[in-house]
């Protein structure tokens, strides 16, 4: 089995900045492409921003566009969630996952099949 644990989520002003990481262990050589999705209070979990297997590609939300990057390295089995000019609506539970049987990203929470446990992200106003 995969399992995945994101570390880095916290509190920070609005206009701040946090890095998330989510580091994979166990049969680490089964994850392909990657991805972080939110889900903030009283609404459900939507996708965030992804990475191919390789790094090369990645798609994001219109929301985050210009203000997180995501990254990987495959060497240590760690991807990361940069975001920063962090907004009161980023607030949320930041969730990594990962695709056991593709290379591309994608935004679909059902091509996804290991999910971290979440890390809280609160932009304060």
């Known amino acids: 089995q995969v399992q995945l644990v994101e570390s880095g989520g916290g509190l920070v002003q609005a206009g701040g900045s946090l890095r998330l990481s989510c580091a994979a262990s166990g049969r680490a050589f089964n994850i392909y492409a990657m991805g972080w999705f939110r889900q903030a209070p009283g609404k459900e979990r939507e996708f965030v921003i992804a990475?191919?297997?390789?790094?090369?590609?990645?798609v994001d939300a219109d929301s985050v566009k210009g203000r997180f990057t995501i990254s990987r390295d495959n060497a240590k089995n760690t991807m990361y969630l940069q975001m920063n000019n962090l907004k009161p609506e980023d607030t949320a539970i930041y969730y990594c996952a990962a695709r056991s049987d593709g290379t591309q990203p994608s935004t679909r929470e059902s091509e996804y099949a290991y999910w971290g446990q979440g890390t809280q992200v609160t932009v304060a106003s």
């Open positions: 990475i191919s297997w390789g790094g090369a590609r990645t």
